[in-house]
């Protein structure tokens, strides 16, 4: 019973999620039928001695025919029937808010996995071997040659089991991750035995 | 929790008594799941939930919401799948086009984007327009010239070089699961076995984000694969809001199969052959109920990429093809050919692949993979640079080649001598001598052919997110082309020729070259995946060209046939074979007519079968039986002397339950008999207190007799999921058949090394 309420809670609350971003999605899609957004593009080949030639205008779906983008018409009177029917015209539409955010979004992840990386590999060594200065650098027979990150991983577990604070868990949690990763690291790029 | 037992009364009662111990029922890494025990605890659950269906209106809620959670999951994963491929795509875009330039009114936007609105754009030139800037613009100030080639080749191998550097530490530090294509691994995964971590939140986090980097990257590689690893990732978590998924591993494969056909119908915009696809390629069992589950993520997928609109044109591929050209009957010939070329392809393809990642494993090659990635991108890059056709994006190069030449073209490919005094007006432009344009052109894109294929046997594979579907697609799309071209000249020059005669007249549109590329896109990726059926809904679901599927069915089997010929596997398997995934083909089949006893263990000069006997064992004994083998499982009989068998245990679970017994029940100690019959037998008074474990004992593990052929027990293992099956002969126990006994036999007549087979 109380799993059956943690999995309808956890249900809850990542169907909210996903509702907010629906429909702010929803929402962005639709505001992004501004001006800009929507054209109605013309190509035209070659017609005699007039070269070959490309229209954009702004305009609604209905109104998306030769007539009414190719302007300046370049040929006269009876040849435009003929010259319009050479011109291929499509209605496009396109969403330039979702394309603006989705950049946004995928570059701020980036940025944070490279900090994060630069830490993890550069910073957190250098901060740990300070702290703890030489009991550090006795290493299990497990460690030996792997300079990975991660390598310290086992003794901040052991020694972090003794205190049951939040800080605590998180970095226990952390640490258990790390180890984790540091398996998997062996598997697929020293042994070879996974996706090879 | 006893599974098959028998139904009398004081049974469940000590069911009722016994509470089920966390932990057992678990598996653990890297080990193969029992499908019989896990269908059993599921109907076992159902029909929980269904008896107490009737007793309050929460119950009836609850029976509802068991009921509906299957529906649920696929829609949460549908959406997220979705959501996940229009950011991979709009970012994948962006980042693509980020190599050769900028634009400076909107940073976020691609060339095509930048030079959406502008009115400068003409018709020879459609690209350019003055917003967007190349990096020699910007940096030296020049758009032409020799300085400003330079100047953009080396930021060209600059920024792919960037890119591969990030992607590969990103998925080395994070989430080293994230690399590669996914597909053999989910396969094995969907076949019921089990690695911690392949589909979890840091790997889906982490092939998303690098997957895009290796596509910017130039490599020749394309993101369908990891887009079905992506999927079933979303699968996988969202599985776990359920208790009915999260603890059953066999429900949860049900939705993994649900999940990469989403995969499939977000990478391709072709939601029915992503529900063909995850039926022939990638699921193992594919009930019904699985196949509406499978459409349903396949739909909503479609629908919330199609929302998203990543293209700006409301279609969910690039290659949506417009023409309707027939087709005439001696197109059969170049057809078949190109059907040929795909098999060879295909097969000097899985050949030449297996060999260098082979290598790769077993030599100091693999000691350098992020070396090595950066060689492959600098190589790929400064190789790729100079020709305009591998310098494009893959997909775009794709579609160029599936685009007929009709008036509005103005590409060098379409440079043909027209006839100027054809003044009216046609849709179809007739067949016409080319001009030099389409020479230089097909020069180009031979030198591109040969590129691609070397290339691509070396990237896939490399330590980054890597998808085969689209380089082979190209590869396939410029062999057609050219033939194509060829074919429609000799159309042309010789029109006299008795099979020109019949079908095409002098100054009609016979020869299509466009739907040339198209099957030979097909024949090549049919020849590396051996897929039929999904592949052909795949590709006219691409291109919209109903009228194409004859022939396009005509060279998928040729070059399926032309590639089983070299060997029966597709990449697929053949990687799934290097890495000694213990996966029971089911296509195989199993002819020799060896007997059970001859695959059983334990062998003649083997030590005798460690059993558990039922009601003399100590704990002590067990446990030291556990510590000395390595035996994933124990049948248990009834004494040493009538070997008749009882049941069977799994290590894990005995494991699990005697410590568990330790610290919660007292009295029990070393020398503590255990029982695995229903009623204790009667002990001296002052011996320990006996521990219970029938609720461990699996009751009806499943036996043959020593004289059944292999031919059954291949068939039995296959139909049914089983991991052991044990060996019976007149009556008594004699020995136990594992899966990992049964690839390794069925290696061993295949000739091929049964020490490759790893895990269990």
Redesign the interface.
């Given at each position: 019973m109380p799993s059956l309420c943690w999995g309808l809670l956890r249900l809850g609350s990542v169907l909210g999620v996903s509702c907010l971003a629906l429909s702010s999605l929803v929402q962005l899609t639709a505001a992004a039928k501004n001006f800009e957004d929507v054209r109605c593009k013309c190509i035209c080949p070659p017609y005699k001695d007039n070269p070959g030639h490309i229209y954009n205008k702004n305009i609604s779906q209905k109104d998306c025919d030769c007539l009414h983008v190719v302007d300046p018409m370049p040929v006269l009177g009876p040849d435009v029937e003929a010259y319009c029917l050479r011109c291929e015209c499509k209605y496009e539409e396109r969403s330039s808010v979702t394309i603006k955010v989705t950049i946004i979004i995928y570059l701020s992840i980036l940025g944070l996995l490279l900090l994060y990386m630069v830490y993890l590999t550069l910073v957190e060594p250098i901060l740990k071997r300070r702290l703890f200065g030489h009991s550090q650098l006795i290493q299990s027979e497990d460690d030996i040659g792997d300079h990975q990150p991660f390598a310290n991983a086992h003794d901040v577990l052991a020694r972090s089991r003794s205190r049951p604070n939040v800080l605590n868990k998180v970095e226990y949690a952390q640490q258990r991750w790390k180890l984790q990763v540091q398996e998997q690291r062996k598997s697929v790029f020293d042994r070879h035995v996974v996706l090879s | 929790m006893t599974n098959g037992g028998s139904i009398n009364s004081s049974t469940h009662l000590l069911d009722l008594l016994d509470e089920p111990i966390p932990g057992v029922g678990t598996y653990d890494d890297f080990h193969t799941i029992d499908w019989v025990r896990e269908k059993c605890k599921d109907r076992e659950r159902h029909r929980r939930i269904n008896s107490k269906k009737k007793e309050s209106a929460w119950e009836m809620t609850?029976s509802l919401?068991d009921a509906w959670s299957g529906w649920?999951v696929v829609t949460?994963t549908g959406?997220?799948s979705g959501?996940l491929a229009?950011?991979i795509d709009?970012?994948a875009d962006?980042m693509t086009d980020l190599k050769e330039g900028i634009c400076l009114s909107?940073l976020?936007?691609n060339h095509e984007?930048c030079c959406?609105?502008?009115?400068e754009?003409?018709?020879?030139e459609?690209d350019k327009c003055p917003q967007w800037k190349t990096w020699a613009e910007l940096i030296i100030g020049q758009a032409e010239g020799p300085g400003s080639y330079i100047m953009n080749y080396i930021m060209y191998i600059f920024w792919a070089l960037s890119f591969a550097f990030?992607a590969v530490?990103?998925v080395?530090?994070?989430?080293?699961?994230a690399?590669?294509s996914g597909i053999p691994?989910i396969k094995t995964i969907l076949s019921g076995f089990i690695?911690r971590?392949y589909l979890g939140k840091?790997t889906l986090?982490?092939k998303t984000?690098t997957l895009?980097l290796a596509v910017a990257s130039g490599l020749s590689l394309g993101k369908e694969g990891p887009l079905v690893h992506v999927a079933c990732c979303c699968g996988n978590i969202?599985s776990y809001?359920?208790?009915k998924y999260s603890t059953n591993e066999a429900k949860k494969r049900e939705v993994l199969s649900a999940a990469s056909a989403a995969g499939v119908s977000v990478a391709f915009g072709a939601p029915i052959g992503g529900v063909l696809f995850s039926l022939e390629e990638v699921s193992y069992y594919f009930p019904l109920k699985t196949l509406g589950r499978s459409f349903f993520a396949a739909l909503v997928a479609a629908f919330v990429l199609r929302?998203?609109?990543p293209f700006?044109?409301?279609r969910l591929v690039l290659f949506y093809v417009e023409y309707h050209t027939p087709w005439y009957l001696f197109e059969l010939f170049p057809f078949i050919l190109l059907g040929v070329f795909g098999g060879l392809w295909g097969a000097f393809f899985i050949r030449a692949n297996i060999a260098w990642?082979?290598r790769?494993?077993?030599t100091k090659f693999?000691k350098y993979?992020v070396l090595e990635v950066i060689i492959v991108a600098a190589i790929t890059a400064v190789i790729a640079f100079p020709n305009p056709y591998t310098r494009l994006n893959t997909s775009e190069l794709i579609k160029e080649l599936f685009t007929d030449c009709g008036?509005?073209e103005?590409s060098s490919l379409c440079d043909y001598r027209n006839d100027m005094n054809a003044s009216k007006?046609v849709d179809d432009i007739p067949d016409r001598p080319a001009g030099v344009g389409v020479y230089s052109a097909i020069w180009q894109l031979c030198l591109a052919l040969i590129f691609k294929i070397i290339m691509t046997v070396f990237t896939f594979?490399i330590?980054v997110p890597s998808g085969l579907f689209i380089p082979s697609m190209a590869i396939g799309a410029i062999a057609g082309r050219i033939v194509g071209i060829a074919v429609e000249q000799l159309a042309y020059f010789h029109h006299d020729w008795f099979i020109f005669k019949e079908w095409c007249e002098v100054g009609a549109d016979c020869i299509t070259p466009g739907l040339y590329a198209m099957v030979g896109a097909a024949a090549c990726l049919g020849g590396v995946t051996r897929m039929t059926v999904s592949l052909v809904v795949i590709v006219f679901e691409l291109t919209g060209g109903l009228e194409y599927i004859v022939p396009l069915m005509a060279a998928v089997m040729t070059s399926k046939w032309v590639g089983d010929a070299f060997g029966r596997e597709g990449i697929y398997e053949a990687h799934i074979r290097?890495?000694g995934y213990p996966f029971l083909d089911a296509k195989e089949e199993f002819t020799h007519t060896t007997l059970a006893a001859d695959v059983m263990r334990p062998r003649r000069n083997d030590p005798p079968l460690a059993v558990l006997t039922q009601d003399n064992m100590t704990v002590d004994d067990i446990e030291n039986m556990i510590n000395e083998t390595s035996y994933n499982g124990f049948p248990v009989i009834m004494s040493k002397e009538s070997q008749r068998l009882v049941g069977f245990a799994l290590r894990r679970d005995l494991t699990i339950a005697i410590e568990s017994a330790r610290k919660k029940q007292e009295g029990i100690v070393g020398s503590s008999r255990v029982c695995f019959a229903q009623h204790t037998p009667s002990l001296p008074a002052e011996s320990p207190r006996p521990l219970k474990l029938r609720s461990i004992l699996d009751m009806s593990p499943f036996t043959v007799t020593d004289h059944t052929p292999m031919e059954i027990v291949v068939d039995i293992f296959r139909k049914l999921g089983l991991r052991q099956c044990l060996v019976t002969h007149n009556g008594r126990l004699l020995g136990i058949i594992t899966k990992k006994d049964i690839l390794r036999h069925m290696a061993q007549t295949a000739n091929q090394d049964p020490a490759s087979i790893?895990f269990n």
């Open positions: - | 609850k919401y649920l949460l959406l997220a959501a229009g950011l709009i970012a962006w909107a976020w936007y984007q959406w609105g502008s009115n754009t003409t018709f020879e459609r990030l530490s990103l080395k530090v994070f989430a080293p699961y690399c590669g691994e690695i971590g840091w986090m982490i984000i895009v969202f809001l359920f208790p929302s998203i609109n700006g044109n409301s990642c082979r790769r494993k077993s693999g993979p008036p509005l103005s007006i594979g330590k290097l890495n790893m």
